[in-house]
């Protein structure tokens, strides 16, 4: 949001001195391409658990973009000349910094953001685990050597890097997506260009000190790593920008195809990361158990805000109400409470649009036929937080059930067979993660085959929430 009127900033509050422990400060420069600058509007960043603001950033105008992109290609002239293994030395050193500050930036990411500890920790622990990956890759970036047809010859390939990419992320991982891309591309020889959400711009800020502190200790140019913080200005001309081979964007489909088209206009690459509308299937003869377990973390974690969040819960109809029962009863059990807090297991939504979302969503299920079986309500206390949300009655192709919406509301559908759950998990237009709960190998490669999940992510007797870096991740449509 636009600068506060206020006078009150957490940052200043002894409670939140980690803040400054990150080099934070009241008044903070949102670009940073060697020097920090920002010329552009200064916005605030507010706290979702309280609606308080944290400190203000002076973002980046469309003049701070272009000196930025100068600066990232004098850098990569310097960091392309440095061999591979050597670069895996940096990123190992970004991941020892990023594991020292854990504990202070998993707290910025739940307080700024608004997933509670455990996850904000887990996302800098995710951007540790692929500094860890990527440093092994370092020694391991393969070509080929393949036979010629003309004697006395051979066949070269080999891999170099694109030059400088554009990182463009979303708000629910303020920190983990710019890790996942920033590690990978460092050791593969490319400089990058970050511009993270406008809402978790201390985030991003915090990120790049981090990483700044390492650059500078081995006397390397800070703008291998810059960060131009902005609104849809700053993605729009990354998108269009040809000094940017490579755009990665993850957030909404709506905002990805904008960018995918512009990429493309310019016969660019672009890896896109966006929504998903995913589903479980319970099988007559999963163990309920596991079942309820997994299904609490996979709808309700990150208050519904997550790309592979649950939304759908395809149920057999033989285990149906029990499985609504019990899940009613496990969802009066989720703490609620301020994200930052010890043993909070829900918090808030990001901002107000999401819980304007989230009425209006419910509401057009109600006139749908859908029954709100749990929750349904906006908590009257200070802050975005709403009731987690378990829906029944609508028929498996509803508009509302195939859209996909991000916040913590479920939509439970009676099933009659695997067969017809596995077509309803593939009806809708998202493709990313999906999950069956079953004892029965039939079911399972029956899933897993081609005429299974649709999904890029296909999982078995676990949620759709979660991912390892060691495996691929991404949707299929």
């Not at 002894?14 to 400054?20: A, D």
Request: aromatic content about 6%; hydrophobic content about 40%.
């Amino acid at each position: 949001m636009s600068k506060a009127s206020v006078s009150s900033y957490l940052i200043e509050e002894p409670k939140y001195s980690f803040l400054k422990e990150l080099g934070l400060e009241k008044n903070n420069k949102g670009v940073y391409h060697g020097v920090w600058t920002g010329n552009g509007e200064t916005v605030t960043s507010i706290c979702p658990s309280n609606n308080t603001p944290i400190a203000d950033v002076i973002q980046g105008n469309l003049n701070d973009y272009q000196n930025a992109i100068k600066e990232l290609q004098k850098a990569w002239d310097v960091w392309a000349d440095i061999p591979a293994p050597q670069r895996g030395e940096i990123v190992r050193q970004i991941g020892d910094a990023l594991r020292a500050k854990k504990s202070a930036l998993g707290k910025l990411v739940s307080l700024e953001m608004g997933k509670i500890l455990p996850e904000g920790e887990g996302e800098v622990q995710e951007y540790v685990d692929i500094c860890d990956y990527a440093v092994g890759l370092s020694r391991m970036i393969e070509g080929k050597v393949l036979p010629s047809e003309r004697p006395g010859h051979a066949l070269l390939e080999m891999w170099n890097p694109l030059g400088a990419i554009g990182i463009i992320s979303a708000f629910n991982f303020p920190v983990a997506v710019y890790g996942w891309n920033n590690a990978i591309a460092l050791v593969c020889g490319d400089v990058m260009l970050w511009k993270g959400a406008p809402s978790t711009n201390l985030c991003s800020i915090a990120v790049i000190k981090i990483i700044q502190s390492v650059l500078e200790k081995n006397q390397l140019p800070g703008a291998i790593c810059s960060l131009v913080c902005g609104g849809a200005e700053i993605g729009s001309a990354m998108s269009k920008d040809t000094q940017l081979p490579l755009v990665s964007f993850t957030g909404s489909s709506r905002a990805g195809l904008q960018v995918a088209m512009e990429v493309q206009k310019r016969f660019g690459k672009s890896l896109l990361e966006l929504g998903g509308n995913n589903a479980i299937i319970v099988a007559d003869d999963a163990d309920l158990d596991m079942v309820i377990q997994s299904a609490v973390f996979a709808c309700v974690g990150t208050a519904g805000q997550r790309c592979t969040t649950t939304r759908r819960l395809i149920v057999h109809e033989k285990v149906y109400t029990e499985v609504v029962e019990r899940l009613k009863k496990a969802y009066t059990k989720v703490r609620i409470g301020d994200p930052i807090e010890p043993g909070t297991l829900y918090g808030p939504m990001h901002n107000k649009q999401g819980v304007e979302l989230y009425l209006k969503t419910i509401d057009e299920a109600k006139k749908a036929g859908g029954k709100v079986e749990y929750g349904g309500k906006v908590l009257e206390q200070p802050g975005n937080f709403v009731e987690p949300t378990i829906i029944t009655g609508l028929a498996h192709d509803a508009e509302v059930v195939h859209r996909e919406t991000f916040a913590p509301i479920v939509y439970i559908l009676k099933t009659s067979s695997v067969d017809e759950a596995i077509k309803w998990n593939n009806e809708v237009k998202e493709g990313l993660s999906s999950s069956i709960f079953t004892q029965n190998l039939g079911n399972v490669f029956k899933w897993l085959g081609p005429k299974g999940s649709d999904c890029g992510i296909v999982n078995v007797n676990i949620p759709t929430s979660g991912a390892e870096i060691g495996g691929a991740f991404g949707g299929e449509k």
